[in-house]
């Protein structure tokens, strides 16, 4: 049995999490967004920033959602839409993901993480709820062994591209165990209710979309070391002056998080055999890049300063 979708849960609310519920939103879907409650572990204490600075618990998911008010460039949910979400932190609110339908995980790309938070899901999920995730390329079968069999069947991959409003493209990624009838379901739900473009893809490393596009992006890369070009020179030829305003190749880095790219490479880089493997490494700047914290827009320092 697949519950109807009427309430939606997305933990998780950055990058694509806060922007995954606007979208849920803006088709008039009640959201339930979540992420972690500030943790206030005593170090704290000392911090001046943290005692003249008191946060709601729900401070993650109220910050994002004031993102999403935004109106530039472009308002990301519509004012109605914006009523359609709750806001919550996942240690006083878990227990609400019982009345969703459909919880979608879109924390960090770390199968830990995603592994752990499912098992509590797993707990509180309502008989029929669809649970998916929205990792870019960890297996997804790997992430959900130790559920229950009815929580596998009711289990898939959901990779929505940055930003949901704007690609249409959503894949789909079934385990063995996922019943087809929740397969089925989910695609004719993203096609008709959330205009999306659905493909099934097979449960391998990066699916199909960021298997080319981590790809193409590090043969670019390399590319761009090898002629001694500057960012802005492979911009202009990967971006605008070749017909594709928005998907220049570090323009899009700064805007889909450099730390979560490179998740997505390592675990491309970890699956792959032979002289194929050394194309997922990416290069040292990158490394040193992220380990600064310049990981673009959501840090305020990318390739680009902050417009
Ligand atoms: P992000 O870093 O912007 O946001 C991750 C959120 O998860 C943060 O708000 C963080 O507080 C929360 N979080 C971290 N650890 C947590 C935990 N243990 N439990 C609960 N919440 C936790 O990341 P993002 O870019 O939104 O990516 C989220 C997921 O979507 C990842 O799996 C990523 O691979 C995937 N994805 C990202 C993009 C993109 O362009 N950024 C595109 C498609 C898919």
Redesign the pocket.
Known sequence: MVRPIRKAAV????????SIAAHLANAGISVLL???APQDDGKSATNVATLTKKRSRNY?VEQ?IAKLKKQKPAPLASKQALHLIEAGN?EDDFDKLKETDWII??????LE??T??LAKIDEVRAPGAIVS??????SVEAMSQERSLDFKAHFLGT????PPRYLKLLEVIPTKETKTEVTEFMREFAETALGKGVVEAKDTPNFIA?RIGTYGLLVTVDEMLKANASIGEIDSVTGPLIGRPKSATFRTLD???L???L??AKNVYEETEGTEKAMFDPPAFMKEMAKRGWIGA?SGQGFYLKE
């Open positions: 933990i998780g609310a950055g990058v694509m999490g806060a979540l992420d972690l993650l994002a996942l995980e879109a924390i960090i790309e770390n993480a995603k752990q938070l995730s929205n990792t870019s390329g960890i990779h929505f591209f940055n960021n805007v889909v998080g730390d979560t790219f998740h997505v959501k």
